[in-house]
């Protein structure tokens, strides 16, 4: 007569201790889920593991601290822009001394030459101390024996550069492995 033992019950014995009992089941399934560990999710933010990112940021004179901000804004925005030999245009993608020669020319209208090893070449105050760089300050890499690589510094540790083929610019730690043991010197041409 009855298909499962509840409906039995239901109908014919006490329908509001049913409804009661099923209620407190509810409660406590509840409670004891508050009452659990949540699930920790790991977090995608990555902070800087630079060891100079806890120093004081360094900005250059007071007169081209606009000229250097306009250059941070500029370089931060290109994050993720294609990496292409030879490119020097956010559509057409950037290699390493494009990307510098596009941020200073439409950012602070310094037009820099063409390669790397010409920018390094050019009049403006050397830096040899990765502390003693400044938000805006070009940083210059020796690999090969050479200046074969160039990016600008954002502070903080951090420096904005198009770095290989197949990747994008990106924004990477200054004293990392690689190129904490590559860096050759800063240049800063906003004084």
């Avoid at 109908?11 to 509001?16: A, E, M, V």
């Avoid at 004891?32 to 004179?61: F, I, N, V």
């Avoid at 000229?67 to 925005?77: G, P, T, V």
């Avoid at 940083?139 to 550069?161: M, N, Q």
Wanted: proline content about 6%.
């Amino acid at each position: 007569m009855y298909s499962d033992p509840l409906s039995r019950f239901r109908s014919t014995r006490c329908p509001r201790r049913f409804t009661r009992l099923a209620l407190l089941a509810v409660a406590i399934l509840l409670l004891a889920a508050c009452a659990s560990t949540p699930h920790r999710r790991e977090s995608t933010y990555k902070p800087s593991h630079s060891a100079l990112a806890d120093l004081p940021a360094l900005a250059p004179s007071a007169a081209s601290a606009g000229e250097a901000n306009d250059i941070l804004f500029r370089a931060i925005a290109l994050v993720g822009t294609p990496y292409r030999w030879g490119g020097n245009t956010p559509a057409g993608g950037f290699d390493c001394s494009g990307l510098i020669d596009y941020i200073y020319r439409t950012a602070a209208r310094i037009e820099l030459p063409r390669t790397s090893h010409e920018m390094a070449a050019m009049d403006g105050r050397k830096v040899h101390r990765m502390t003693q760089l400044a938000s805006g300050d070009l940083v210059f890499f020796d690999i090969g024996g050479a200046i074969s690589h160039v990016g600008v510094y954002v502070g903080k540790g951090r420096f904005v550069h198009a770095p290989n083929s197949g990747g994008t610019v990106r924004l990477d730690d200054i004293d990392g492995p690689y190129w904490g043991g590559h860096f050759a010197y800063g240049k800063r041409l906003l004084d």
